[in-house]
């Protein structure tokens, strides 16, 4: 049997805005919303035999919600998807507490070399294994090519930008290109393995990431999530 307090839906939201092909300019009329965040379950729901859920998603509309435990986890370990939710535009933030405000003045404690290299990279690398396995004359599948290929350019391209300069650029620089090139490399599947070999080569250079990200701020922070819903939602 389940705790009841496991089913409760989030009722702490600390964080959460607009992510998805908006965030990165990519959308188009038919695009859904994809929306991220992160909520504090109540700190006596981790007292007891069952811990709180870690995350909630619903598809109506499409919104995922992280606890603040587990958003920490995820951003430790260079989350592309959870990352960007720390470094969206103003404008597409739909929730942010003083508490959200704070976990944004501590981002760049989360991130590290070696992290943002192998979830960027991997990703991107999975994005182009479902590339290379899909039939690019068949006009269905076309689609879905077009969709994983504009991902691997852009988690390439974010991945890049985030080992050479530290900063997570969520809005694409030239939204236009990652298209085009999302149709050519789905036509033609094996051109994105150059990219992906450039962004290799690009990597094995030294970056301004430290090797270890600085857990210290994320302890401190979670600490203070902790401390402030210490007792159970009303």
């Known amino acids: 049997m389940r705790a009841s307090g ?27 919303i994809d929306r991220l965040g992160l909520f504090a379950a109540p700190t006596v729901d981790f007292h007891g ?17 992280h606890e603040a435990g587990k958003w920490c986890r995820l951003a430790l370990s260079c989350n592309p998807t959870a ?8 404008e597409l933030y739909e929730v942010r507490t003083p508490l959200g405000d704070e976990l944004i003045a501590v981002r760049r404690s989360f991130l590290s070399a070696r992290a943002v290299r192998n979830s960027y990279l991997g990703y991107a690398t ?4 479902k590339l290379s396995t899909r039939d690019p004359d068949d006009p269905v599948s076309r689609v879905r090519s077009a969709k994983h290929a504009r ?16 900063e997570v650029a969520v809005r694409l620089a030239d939204p236009e290109r990652v298209r085009a090139l999302g149709e050519r490399y789905a ?16 990597f094995d250079r030294p970056g301004v990431l430290p090797e270890a990200p600085d857990e210290r701020p994320a302890e401190a922070w979670l600490r203070r999530v902790r401390a402030v819903h210490l007792e159970a939602a009303a």
């Open 6 to 32: 496991e089913r409760r839906p989030p009722v702490h939201v600390l964080l959460s805005g607009i992510v998805g092909s908006t965030a990165y300019g990519l959308a188009h009329a038919g695009s859904d």
């Open 49 to 65: 035999l069952h811990r709180p859920s870690e995350s909630h998603v619903t598809t109506a509309p499409d919104r995922t919600l």
């Open 83 to 90: 990352s960007e939710l720390v470094w969206l535009p103003d």
């Open 126 to 129: 999975q994005q182009f294994r």
């Open 151 to 166: 991902h691997l350019v852009r988690l390439v391209e974010q991945g890049l930008a985030l080992h050479e300069t530290g």
């Open 187 to 202: 036509a033609r599947p094996a051109d994105a393995a150059a990219l992906l070999a450039t962004a290799e080569e690009r």
